[in-house]
T-cell receptor, first 114, second 115 residues
Framework: NAGVTQTPKFRVLKTGQSMTLLCAQD?????MYWYRQDPGMGLRLIHY???????AKGEVPDGYNVSRLKKQNFLLGLESAAPSQTSVYFC?????????????FGPGTRLTVT | DAKTTQPTSMDCAEGRAANLPCNHS???????VYWYRQIHSQGPQYIIH???NNETNEMASLIITEDRKSSTLILPHATLRDTAVYYC????????????????FGTGTLLAVQP
């Protein structure tokens, strides 16, 4: 049971390039989330999904797109990267009926846009 | 979701209890208090949550005041590995009031456990 995994762990992009971050969970969780964390700040919600085939916007969705084609995977896309998107990206998941409703977080992807 | 106020940083001696306060004076009746922590460069980790009764698990204890306007997370015997940023979050439980289990993180309290 690997929990929540994120690919890649590190990436450097040039302004205007595109990329996709992959989040995978093997806990059969319904809900999945993408957050970003800038230096010295708390996490901010980008997009989330309450089930396969559904997505919704969080606090800071601009510049990002997401897809949830399979229950276990949640993809975060940057179509045209900007330096303001330099951040650490965390994925999380939770079970709809988990008693504590705790979110399980992945190890993060450190993205630098030059 | 109600806002929370936490001190920016705290120190604690190794082996002593760490008491981390959180103010949530605008909490509503259906909102729970959750605590997460984030050890440097890692993803946040769930610690504990509660509604109005005190709670204890293998990691910590949560003391919520009777009026629910504040709470304290207690790490009974802090170790160096407890050095982390601790986040206090209030939110409805899932599916109550249309909630979707979103977490709103503040800047938390940086707990530094000193040897």
């Amino acid at each position: 049971n690997a929990g929540v995994t994120q690919t890649p762990k590190f990436r450097v992009l040039k302004t205007g390039q595109s990329m996709t971050l992959l989040c995978a969970q093997d806990m059969n969780h319904e809900y999945m989330y993408w957050y970003r964390q800038d230096p010295g700040m708390g996490l901010r919600l980008i997009h989330y999904s309450v089930g396969e085939g559904t997505t919704a916007k969080g606090e800071v969705p601009d510049g990002y797109n997401v897809s949830r084609l399979k229950k276990q995977n949640f993809l975060l896309g940057l179509e045209s990267a900007a330096p303001s998107q330099t951040s650490v990206y965390f994925c999380a998941s939770t079970h709809q009926r988990l008693a504590s409703y705790e979110q399980y977080f992945g190890p993060g992807t450190r993205l630098t846009v030059t | 979701d109600a806002k929370t106020t936490q001190p920016t940083s705290m120190d604690c001696a190794e082996g002593r209890a760490a008491n981390l306060p959180c103010n949530h004076s605008t909490i509503s009746g259906n909102e729970y208090v959750y605590w997460y922590r984030q050890i440097h460069s890692q993803g946040p980790q769930y610690i504990i949550h509660g509604l109005k009764n005190n709670e204890t698990n293998e990691m910590a204890s949560l003391i919520i005041t009777e009026d629910r306007k504040s709470s304290t997370l207690i790490l009974p015997h802090a170790t160096l590995r407890d050095t982390a940023v601790y986040y206090c979050i209030v939110r409805p439980r899932q599916n109550e009031g249309g909630a979707t289990n979103k977490l709103i993180f503040g800047t938390g309290t940086l707990l530094a456990v000193q040897p």
